[in-house]
């Protein structure tokens, strides 16, 4: 599934420059010239207004569309997986067998879910770089940097009531500003069981063909009413083979404009570390679901997570081990130095690179301490995130506004509150389990005679500390984090919870280091604004900037492809679901749903279910829309095969695809195995039913 | 499961000597005195003897008993488990599905399985101390050793015909030459499906209150024809709470003399490595096994010896990361290090800790690169060991006998032999999976523009390389195996085997490496020696050497605990067992064979099926035999429960538990579950009935 992408095995593309479908275009500067060339097709504004702002992301990590002027909200299951299973409970497990509300009344409102549209985006480079002086130290650029910005959001979003967004682009090339509307009062709607969504499970994860209805439906309120939207998305008929389609979402994260210096530390550090965490938490959580079938019910959506990212970030280092991928990427960036350095016009440049390898060196040297204490895989735990928060915000809030961490700026003060006063439930004896193994993490990777281990463990066995802190804690009380929260650093230091106690102990050093990790930041940025200047020169519109989980539009074509020898065609069928349930012999996770196999002879089998194409599209696009020409929806987005992993690093489109839920399928289903009759007449007529 | 076990959590034992129930005690050197102190019980030659010849080692790693004088062997079924593996093909899976043979023609033949009784034991420390002459720097007291023990080996083999193997004890105070009979044509006669010998799966390994019915039955044959034993043990009449028990078999490894030096090596670096690639292969296999049906029965022993492994190996991390633990290794070896520096006596001990400390600092300066490519990390393949064993014979081979790698001494040629030659499947779909899987291991570990790791990757990515090594090479054929094995050098060197040739890329450094690794091995051996004196003349008697997969006897009471506040009575039954399947809703691994619902009323449900006992056993000890004070058999080892898993390290009473099927229980479900008449008779009346 596409929340956690990563990079991958096959590579075909050659050269830089737009290749193919290759892209993940920012709305304001649409590929017109290439889709009129090559498709035929005139992008208009008013085209674009309307899938913008039909388009929405999900702060659960995904993205999603609106398709009916009531408000209601299509993303795959696994994007709203997080919000079934923070409603289930030991008696309802929404996320195992779905649900369905018929009416308005039954639909359940999501905790700490928060839906954004994007209004508008402005481009205001010029006054980000203004703030920062030539001659500043990387550090004090840093703090420029971060002043001017979190000072253009505040504006913003005092002037337009707006979620004000500056977002960076080109590695620091561009800035833009994006102002998003928020809906946070967000109802479930529909939801079919994960074992159909998520059909195949860990095995058929990243393949294809493929059988699953990945879908779940929301909808947003305003003022306690299903809120109204000009635009959204009519329920297509669906696509045939050489279509072509695009895809509006938010790819999460690319890697393709990083250097050498930057990938040879992605390979050879960040993914092997991150691999070993992901197969440590992966054994961890199984080993935990296997006790009891409540064990697995709470641990379900965080070990899918786990189970995700590992397969994804494993296409990705096999990517970056292939050495055709390497030489590739090598003799790209050579092309474009030897062109910096053969011209003066691009003097400023040539130093970019060095710049980047000096920074990279410094990032890697603190990467181990700053991984475990400040990006916390030394913790575990969501009461130590929560203890965290209380801690920070009580020292950040009465700083001005430029001068907070980021998280803590006043233009996302309210998507903080709403994550850190959510009810969510939190169970201790997982939380008990993962923090133990946490530190007993960060006791091998620092040592434990390490004197920052030592006062973190406080003389007791990582096990042992464990239970003294979940149990010591008081922050699972949401009225107390308020309490703490609103009486600021004096109530914060009399409660004396131990969880908060320890995210002081390790603040100190966590902050220092996160300045390190900034100030390298900025100089990457920097050094990287220097060399877009030449690449935008040297290869014009033709591109585009790494993903950034910000609205992009991809397109391509509804196309098969050949895998050892034999065809895959584009689509599957629901045929196919049921042959291979009976290939497999129904043993999970190939097994059906009860329903399925008793509403099978309702089913036209031929319907189309699954369907790949060519869009260029990465972690973060699960749930995007797949649109026609007229703008229709056709499909939603839910995985890339394992041959495109690699695109987060290099496009193709050989093998690499894109798959979707084709919106046939979902209707076919929804009417005939869910009798889910006011969802389809709201998707069929574009509005709630009278 | 005890195949492999480690180190844990809870502690209490203080001080150095003999505590309670402590001791995995030599066969030449019993605890008599204890015994009779604390249970008035007698041990006499006799009695030793005839334990001693009905103790059976298995060298897939685990333990036996001889149980009839036709040569009926028992076992666990997780130690039977391998030959199963190697006995199943895609229509008959044996090891999920159990086996029963009910006359001798169906037995069936197990592939490389030997069987080992040990015979006799001689005291060899003058001799081959002898042999190394003081002053000789460590390499040459290596050679010199190693010399003197194939020597010693080898003229026993020639002079008894038996299976002769110098033991060192006490990290090398002591030198025993050991001498087994063999049986290399063993022979299946009866196992349950996995489901019900492993009932509980991973959930419930190393846990307790247990329901396993963890054997099952073998049968020595010689000539053709069932062997026959004089001594084989009766089938007893089971256990009460608080008997005194024996218990003979094979703890394969303990580390209760290590110095702290070499338990701070084991805890910060040999664990922590251990584990992280004990989760990568779970994570490997179980994505593999989760694929297909048939997938999953070709990793199934493997999956089931990594999650093993890991739940041990985790243990025994916790263990040393609790500050107690190590306070408690530390202050005993304080105690010893005091007396040694306070006796004039003692004096050739003193610098005896800073020598292994020295030593420990080499290893871990070079247990990296050695892991890789000497111990195999980088190349998990069976095909690569068997490429590798070719090369090396042809290269040992025409050595004088004491100058060879250990495993190619004349008297290790026939069990080396067996292994090489053995037909058992190998599937090259799991082989490429885990040798690509590895080789990314290798890349990660050394980094892939390391020279070595290009040369091992010539030039491929890690998946592509693993394919074209599998594919090309021919070690599958057992044919080609011993035409290249007799051909000699020559031989090898002609078939340009893509394996083979891996394996001399990387000869050269590993035996290198390997060699640094034996010289201080051999230092550390010298320093132990010199420890061993002060200890014996402190301890006395009250002592026994850390455990080497050679026969102990350890001793106990069959005796429950509390755990939580509640208490664990010593004995469960099969009313327990249906309880627990209910409790957990049939689920797997809580699901039951279908055999054991239908039979359920045939039963007798208060019939004893697992029990605990205080005895002091290890990994290794799975399948030995618990034998009362008439020397009858009352059950047999299977596991640990989890804060045994401290026994490694240091032994406790308090809580830790050596876990063992009933007598009881087997001969029930036999009866009547599986009609097993002919074993059921066998063991009834210790023949075969005529």
């Given at each position: 599934m596409l929340l956690r992408l990563g990079l991958g095995l096959w590579l075909v593309s050659a050269g830089p420059g737009i290749h193919a479908d290759e892209g993940m275009w920012l709305f304001n500067d649409p590929p017109k010239k290439l889709l009129k060339q090559r498709y035929g097709f005139d992008v208009t504004d008013a085209w674009m207004e309307h899938v913008q702002k039909s388009s929405v992301r999900f702060n659960s990590g995904g993205s999603g569309e609106v398709v009916s002027e009531d408000g209601l909200i299509m993303s795959n299951h696994h994007v709203g997986a997080d919000a079934l299973q923070k409603l289930s409970d030991k008696d309802h497990d929404y996320l195992k067998n779905g649900f369905h509300a018929r009416t308005l009344a039954e639909e359940k409102q999501a905790k700490d879910l928060e839906l954004n549209i994007l209004m508008s985006i402005e481009d205001v480079t010029a006054r980000v770089n203004a703030a920062v002086k030539p001659g500043l130290s990387d550090e004090a650029a840093f703090k420029a940097r971060r002043a001017v910005i979190a000072g253009i959001e505040k504006e913003s979003q005092d002037k337009t009531g707006l979620r004000s967004d500056v977002v960076t682009l080109y590695q620091g090339g561009l800035y833009h500003l994006y102002r998003f509307k928020r809906y946070t009062d967000v109802r479930l709607v529909f939801a079919p069981e994960q074992q159909i969504a998520f059909y195949g499970g860990d095995p058929d994860n990243f393949e294809y063909p493929r059988f699953d209805l990945d879908i779940s439906f929301f909808r947003a309120y305003e003022n306690g009413k299903p809120a109204k939207f000009q635009h959204y998305l009519k329920w297509g008929r669906g696509t045939a083979e050489n279509d072509l389609v695009f895809v509006s979402g938010h790819p999460g994260r690319t890697s393709r404009l990083l250097t050498m210096d930057e990938l040879v530390y992605v390979r050879d550090y960040r993914l092997p570390k991150t691999l070993g965490r992901l197969h440590r938490l992966e054994v961890l959580l199984t080993a935990y679901s296997g006790r009891s079938q409540e064990n697995a019910r709470r641990a379900k959506d965080e070990l899918f997570g786990v189970q995700n990212s590992r397969k994804a970030n494993q296409g990705r280092i096999e990517g970056l081990l292939d050495p055709a991928v390497m030489a590739t990427k090598a003799a790209n960036e050579k092309k474009l130095r030897d062109a910096v350095a053969a011209s003066a016009e691009f003097e400023q440049a040539r130093d970019a690179w060095d710049r980047i390898a000096a920074a990279q060196k410094v990032i890697a040297d603190n990467a181990r301490v700053f991984n475990l204490i400040e990006a916390g895989t030394a913790f575990n735990s969501d009461l130590f995130g929560i203890a965290r928060t209380l801690l920070r915000a009580a020292e950040e809030r009465p700083k001005p506004n430029g001068e907070r961490l980021r998280e803590f700026s006043d233009s996302g003060r309210e998507s903080l509150e709403l994550q850190l006063f959510s009810d969510k439930p939190i169970y201790n004896d997982l939380e008990e389990l993962q923090l133990a193994d946490s530190l007993t993490y960060l006791a091998e990777e620092l040592g434990v005679t390490n004197s920052l281990a030592q006062q973190i463990l406080a003389g007791k066995s990582p096990r042992d500390r464990a239970a003294q802190l979940i149990n010591g804690t008081k922050v699972h009380d949401v009225a107390f984090r308020k309490r703490l929260y609103e009486g600021g650093a004096a109530a914060v230091t009399a409660a004396r919870d131990p969880m908060i106690e320890l995210a002081r102990v390790v603040d100190g050093e966590a902050r220092a280091l996160r300045k390190i990790m900034e100030t390298q930041g900025e100089a990457k940025q920097q050094a990287h604004a220097k060399i877009a200047k030449p690449r935008f020169a040297l290869e014009g519109t033709r591109n585009y900037p790494d993903a950034t989980f910000t609205l992009r539009l991809a397109y391509g074509t509804v196309k098969g492809y050949k895998e050892g020898g034999k065809s895959i065609p584009a689509h599957t069928t629901f045929a196919g679901l049921y042959e291979r349930a009976a290939e497999q012999q129904y043993?999970?996770?190939?097994d059906l749903p009860k329903i399925w196999l008793d509403r099978k002879r309702r089913l036209d089998l031929k319907t189309p279910f699954n369907f790949v194409s060519t869009a260029d599209i990465i972690g973060g696009?699960?749930?995007?829309p797949v649109i026609d020409r007229g703008g229709e929806l056709v499909g939603i987005i839910f995985d890339g095969n394992i041959q495109s992993l690699v695109l987060d690093f290099i496009y193709t489109d050989e093998v690499a695809r894109a798959v979707s839920v084709d919106t046939r399928g979902i209707l076919e289903a929804l009417r005939k195995v869910y009798d889910a009759k006011n969802v389809v007449t709201e998707l069929n007529i574009g509005k709630r039913a009278q």
């Open positions: 043993r999970p996770p190939f696009n699960s749930g995007s």
